[in-house]
T-cell receptor, first 109, second 116 residues
Framework: RKEVEQDPGPFNVPEGATVAFNCTYS??????FFWYRQDCRKEPKLLMS???SGNEDGRFTAQLNRASQYISLLIRDSKLSDSATYLC??????????FGKGTTLSVSS | DTGVSQDPRHKITKRGQNVTFRCDPI?????LYWYRQTLGQGPEFLTY????????KSRLLSDRFSAERPKGSFSTLEIQRTEQGDSAMYLC??????????????FGPGTRLTVL
């Protein structure tokens, strides 16, 4: 079983749509959680940290369910510029980040 | 630009040659990480430094790989006797470890290695 699993997609949505990505992780000792965004042939960029209480940043909402070991990212009112790969990331002891394979989003006009 | 920088951005080499990559972290960050990413995969952890001490190495880091961070600032990653399977994007990241709980890491643009 992979440590971090994501649906690879691709998710193809029209502008303005709401899209949700899900992620599960296997190690219950995981302590911190993130979503990174990666554009084609670029480096991953931190999109948001995911807190136990859930958190929102503009059009983006992240949720964490520790009991189910499940993380989600919701994007509302999708823009063309949201097209990218979204990486679910967990961290166990403040050192190595463990990445999922990523979910590809394509937003079209 | 005060972000993480990496040099070179691209490297093409022949199998069996040695290559060395450099990473300059964000200046106040005391932790520095190396990752490798191949097509269709997420980045995979290779090694990590806190200041000049190398504290963790992945099993992915074979004996042909060595990393240093001699003064606790920039780091180098050397690959000896390169193999075609070493072709990948090598990413460096840095973080400020004031808390173990949220270890937000910031990535450089990567060095894309192609071994012919």
């Amino acid at each position: 079983r992979k440590e971090v699993e994501q649906d690879p997609g691709p998710f193809n949505v029209p502008e303005g749509a709401t899209v949700a990505f899900n992620c599960t992780y296997s190690n219950s000792a995981s302590q911190s959680f993130f979503w990174y965004r990666q554009d084609c042939r670029k480096e991953p960029k931190l999109l948001m940290s995911v807190y136990s209480s859930g958190n929102e940043d503009g059009r983006f909402t992240a949720q964490l369910n520790r009991a189910s070991q499940y993380i989600s990212l919701l994007i509302r009112d999708s823009k063309l510029s949201d097209s990218a790969t979204y990486l679910c990331v967990v961290n166990q002891a403040g050192t190595a980040l463990i990445f999922g394979k990523g979910t590809t989003l394509s937003v079209s006009s | 630009d005060t972000g993480v920088s990496q040099d070179p951005r691209h490297k093409i080499t022949k199998r069996g040659q040695n290559v060395t990559f450099r990473c300059d972290p964000i200046s106040e960050h005391n932790r520095l990480y190396w990752y490798r990413q191949t097509l269709g995969q997420g980045p995979e952890f290779l090694t990590y430094f806190q200041n000049e001490a190398q504290l963790e190495k992945s099993r992915l880091l074979s004996d042909r790989f060595s990393a240093e961070r001699p003064k606790g600032s920039f780091s180098t990653l050397e690959i000896q006797r390169t193999e075609q399977g070493d072709s990948a994007m090598y990413l460096c990241a840095s973080s400020l470890a004031t808390s173990l709980r949220y270890n937000e890491q910031f990535f450089g643009p990567g060095t894309r290695l192609t071994v012919l």
